[in-house]
């Protein structure tokens, strides 16, 4: 008989379980939706900030010093984004395999010598690296608690300033970029030095009719200010993708979780009246012969 | 009057987007008016006020925390690192901003970022005189 009280304790678990599962599904789901408003309504914002980013590059001599490729790359600063919470099933670990295979394919010489260092933002970022005793220049746990584009342009300012004063050569960026609610991107890009041809628009021909653009005060000048504005638009894009991404492999994570107590329900309630079944023929076997040998008397 | 198309960008959202008559901005090198058939420019913004002169004929008023702006093929896109509608100015936080600035320059510690909290005031200080213009003209 205990075995059946047992059974059934443990119906009531997976139950609750599936019911927790359940309800962070559906808030994930939610948080997704407004997750994914953001990201669509920057969209025509950086776009734009590309595209005249852009021209005003293709137009310039390339003296900007955020443009300057370094002679060799000397120090390597690698901005990656996880999420803070877990239970989000392959989010964080894919997208830190992905890093680690990229910093020991192009960098495994700059880590040894202490010439990597990384800026972790979301809890689960810095746990990993820091467990693997990563140089870790900066981290922000709890960072989407409170989204917001200042936190990330201060995290920006810093790169810039920092590869401006020669402490890195080279500045990476790695995110999951939202694909679709099951789908996620894993993505590394390189943030500094400015790439012109990443930026470059896809019609040649165009550039000719912008040259003569009044420019106030100066395209130099212009273009001191808007590199930077490109920069923290780039970051806080990746970091509103990489949100909107951390819901949706939630979303599907707590989908299966829940799928999989249902089975695991199913399983347990077909044991548990076979027990019971069990226990009845062997109740009713005993009064029979009970019967029966009241009967030869 | 001939009406041309017009957008506001922050990254937060699309502020405005629609059909205008003149655009006045706070240029780096003195304010100006953008008004239909401006020849093609881009130029930076200081922190200032945007007015939109709809084609409809309301004004809206913007407070705007620098960005830049560009006029090409008669329609105008200003991208603004962050702006908002003279009447969604929360007055108590400009003024709370305000306060903190003037404290962080006012104290002698070494830490502190003089460029950034000069910036912050003068931020605050916009979002606040908008504001009261706009209860003046209002009343």
Redesign the interface.
Known sequence: MANLRDIRNRIGSVNNMQQITKAMQMVAAAKLRKAQNRII??R??AA??QE?VGR?VKNSDGGNVLLRKPDRTGKVLFIIIGSDRGLCGGFNNNLFKVVETRINEDFSEHNREGNLSLICIGKKASNYFEKRRYKIRESFPGFFDDLS?TKTSGIMKAAVSGFKAGEFDEVYLAYNEFKSAIAQNRIVESVLPIDPDTLAGSNEEESEE?L??????NPD??LD??LP?HLN?QL?KAVLESNAAEQGARMTAMDSATENAKELERDLRLEYNQARQSAITTEISEIVSGAQALEGL | MNSFEAQILTPEGTLFDGAVVGVQLPGTLGSFEVRSLHADIISTLEIGRIIVRKAGGDDLVFAVSGGFVEVHNNKLVLLAEAAELVSEIDVERAEAAMERARQRLASKEKSIDRERARKALSRAENRIRIAADISVETR
Do not use: G, R
């Open positions: 309504k920057t025509p914002y734009k900030m005249v005003l584009f912008h003569d653009y009044i420019y106030e005060p000048a212009i200010e808007l504005q638009m806080w």
